[in-house]
Each structure stands twice: as C-alpha cells, then as structure tokens.
C-alpha cells in the first residue's frame, strides 16, 4: 500500500489496483500492434501513464489522501474531462454502431475491448472500494467508467481507420 500498511492479495484495494496494471499490459499491446488510426498510439500512451496514477490512488488509504498530488497520483476532474474530449472527437469522426458488436474485426481493436473488459473489472473493484469508504472522493471512479467507453470507442475508431466494421452480435 502506499505511504505504508501492509495488505493482503486478496483485498479489494489490491484487486483494484492490480486490475489497472491488467489494463496497462493490455493496452501495451494494443500499442505494439501499431494502431492505424489518427493520433490513437499516442492516446494509449497517455492513458497507460494516466492508469499508473489511478493505480496510485487505489493503493492510497483514504486517511492519507491529502499526501497524493494532482495528476501524479490522485486522479483529477481534468484527467476525467479529457477522456470525454478523445471520445467526442473520435464519434463526430467515426460516429459509433447503434447494436451490440463481436470485438475482433482488428487485433488491434480486439485488443482494446479486451483492455475495456479489464477496466470495467477494476470500476466494479473501485466501486466496492467506494461502498466500503475507502476512497477520499469519486474521481478515480469516473475516470474508469469513462476510460472504459473511450476504450470501445477507440477500438470502433481503429477499425473505421482500416475500412472494417465490427459484426452485430445478432
């Protein structure tokens, strides 16, 4: 934990920060694919660094809250304003499928829903870390429920970027 304390692997503060290393990974090899679309291997590289000040924060106890800076390890309402910015843009680009889609049209969109699967596991991680009050404030919760569409966004925008489309689910 950081600033001290010990906790064990099964606790939900651990499963939620180990779940945004999870998506790091992921997003790593999203970004070894090399994406096609416009300015998306520079946006994955950004939001993996962001992921590692999320991560900070969950492996703060709330108590030691006022010890995280801004963008450094606490995530901040800027952070959660920029991903809204990155999905507005790439939908008036490459406006989104109104049904359910079966990822995998590319690797590297396949890729980035498995990364938006893995982030949702961390928002239910956070979401528990919330109810038990283990958070100073919601922040780090609005920023995986939105980095999680701007994921399924960003794997739709990859895809239109080659010309492909995902199937319907039906």
Known sequence: MLYGGR????DIRTQAYGTTDEAVAALGLARSLGPTADGLDQLILEIQKQLF???AELATDAVNAEK???????VTDDMVHALEAHIDRMTDQSPLPNYFIVPGAS??????DL????????ERFTVTMQSQDMLSD???LRYLNRLSDLLFTAARFEEAALGLQAPPSR
């Not at 906790?7 to 099964?10: C, L, N, T």
């Not at 690797?107 to 980035?112: D, G, H, K, M, N």
């Not at 990364?115 to 961390?122: D, E």
């Open 68 to 74: 995280l800076k801004p963008g450094i390890s606490k």
């Open 53 to 55: 000040v999320v991560g």
């Open 115 to 122: 990364a938006r699967a893995v982030v949702r596991r961390a």
């Open 7 to 10: 906790v064990s692997k099964d």
């Open 107 to 112: 690797s590297t969109s396949a890729v980035l």
């Open 138 to 140: 919601d922040c780090a």
